[in-house]
């Protein structure tokens, strides 16, 4: 063969593959931030929400991962390394995440995927309309403090005592609606520092101590399954009545949950990330708010705890575990 006409071959035979990959979309770079290790089953409902509407791993997106070890100090390293990895968008969960990338960047889109009062926490002025770089889901935990106590109260005969333990971010955002429900409801609230998973059972003993028999945990999106074991597990050894953020805190023994469904959460905040992908901007998406809660109660956990739930709030409850 002569060769020009090698040549020729050879470059003929180039034009179709270049030009088959100009025609592909191009891969994007989905930031996922969080302060702990990452929630598995929470990231599979977020993958497979992505996957309804056509992105699939590897093939059209990327997932960058920046998780933390549950140390609430380390949040803003986590989001300057972040947005420096390049990614077109980021997903993340909690208010304090959200914090430090605004710090970072009022460019990259920003979906909360979970995330107390956005508009008490200072991060959007307009609910309906955010603007700006923010748009996500709101779990209104501020809102429903008051609730919290109250099924405190009922499965406690005599409760006169709650310790809320949380990092101390956590609690600014919660302290002003949380100390007014206590107070409606004759409890004294006592907060107690709990910055990390390994603090737990140091936090919880001062709880007992302090003379609390109920509990509030907050600050779930900074423990991963195996801490938040832990912590169900010290609060056990300590005999105290602790509600949670999260419903597989109850999965796993803990006494009782009120909260969103958090997998549909996540599943939701995956039809946002595709609509900012496809050109929508992230201030005209509203943030959206949860219109049910989700009561779930361990009975066993119960009877090691020596408490009777009451039927009329066992009737309320939307998942019993025997």
Same mark, same amino acid.
């Given at each position: 063969?002569?060769?020009?006409?090698?040549?020729? @071959?050879?470059? %003929?035979g180039?034009?179709?593959? *270049?030009?088959?990959? /100009?025609?592909?979309?191009?891969?994007?770079?989905?930031?996922?931030?969080? %302060?702990?290790? &990452?929630?598995e089953?929470? !990231?599979?409902?977020?993958?497979? @929400?992505? #996957?309804?509407?056509?992105?699939?791993?590897?093939?059209?997106?990327?997932?960058v991962?920046?998780?933390g070890?549950?140390?609430?100090?380390?949040?803003q390293?986590?989001?300057?390394a972040?947005v420096? #990895?390049?990614?077109?968008?980021?997903?993340t969960?909690?208010?304090?995440?959200?914090?430090?990338?605004?710090?970072?960047?009022?460019?990259?889109?920003?979906?909360?995927?979970?995330?107390?009062d956005?508009?008490?926490?200072?991060?959007?002025?307009?609910l309906?309309r955010?603007?700006?770089?923010i748009? %996500?889901?709101?779990?209104?935990?501020?809102?429903?403090?008051s609730?919290?106590?109250?099924?405190?109260?009922?499965?406690v005969?005599? !409760?006169?005592?709650?310790?809320?333990?949380? &990092?101390?971010?956590?609690?600014?955002?919660?302290?002003?609606?949380e100390?007014?429900? /206590?107070?409606?409801l004759?409890?004294?609230?006592?907060y107690?520092?709990?910055?990390?998973?390994e603090?737990?059972?140091?936090a919880?003993?001062?709880?007992?101590?302090?003379? +609390?028999?109920?509990?509030?945990?907050?600050?779930?999106?900074?423990?991963?399954?195996?801490q938040?074991?832990?912590?169900?597990d010290?609060?056990?050894?300590?005999?105290?009545?602790?509600?949670?953020?999260?419903?597989?805190?109850?999965?796993? %023994?803990?006494l009782v949950?009120?909260?969103?469904?958090?997998?549909?959460?996540?599943?939701?905040?995956?039809?946002?990330?595709?609509?900012i992908? /496809?050109?929508?901007?992230?201030g005209? *998406?509203?943030?959206?708010?949860?219109?049910?809660f989700?009561?779930?109660?361990? *009975?066993?956990t +119960?009877?090691?705890? @020596?408490?009777?739930?009451?039927?009329a709030?066992? /009737?309320?409850a939307?998942?019993?575990i025997?």
């Open positions: 063969m002569r060769r020009r006409d090698f040549l020729g @071959g050879a470059v %003929g180039a034009v179709w593959p *270049l030009a088959a990959r /100009a025609q592909q979309p191009p891969v994007r770079r989905i930031g996922h931030l969080r %302060g702990a290790p &990452p929630p089953r929470e !990231l599979q409902a977020f993958l497979r @929400g992505l #996957a309804e509407h056509g992105y699939v791993q590897g093939r059209n997106f990327v997932l991962p920046q998780w070890d549950g140390t609430v100090n380390r949040l390293e986590l989001a300057v972040m420096n #990895a390049g990614v077109d968008i980021i997903v969960e909690g208010t304090l995440a959200v914090r430090a990338l605004r710090a970072v960047t009022a460019t990259v889109p920003i979906v909360m995927m979970r995330a107390a956005p508009f008490v926490s200072g991060l959007i002025t307009n309906s955010p603007g700006g770089n748009t %996500g889901f709101s779990t209104l935990n501020v809102d429903f403090a609730k919290t106590l109250e099924i405190l109260k009922g499965m005969p005599g !409760l006169t005592k709650v310790a809320t333990l949380a &990092p101390r971010q956590v609690w600014d955002i919660f302290m002003a609606a100390s007014k429900a /206590a107070q409606s004759g409890i004294e609230l006592v107690i520092e709990m910055n990390g998973p603090a737990a059972d140091t919880l003993r001062s709880a007992a101590k302090a003379g +609390a028999h109920g509990v509030v945990v907050r600050g779930t999106p900074f423990y991963s399954s195996m938040r074991k832990a912590i169900i010290s609060s056990a050894e300590h005999r105290l009545a602790v509600i949670y953020e999260a419903r597989d805190y109850i999965e796993q %023994g803990g949950s009120y909260a969103t469904d958090v997998f549909e959460l996540y599943r939701m905040a995956a039809g946002y990330v595709v609509r992908l /496809a050109g929508t901007s992230p005209d *998406l509203p943030i959206q708010q949860p219109t049910k989700e009561l779930a109660i361990n *009975l066993k +119960a009877k090691t705890l @020596g408490l009777e739930v009451p039927a709030l066992l /009737a309320t939307d998942e019993v025997e």
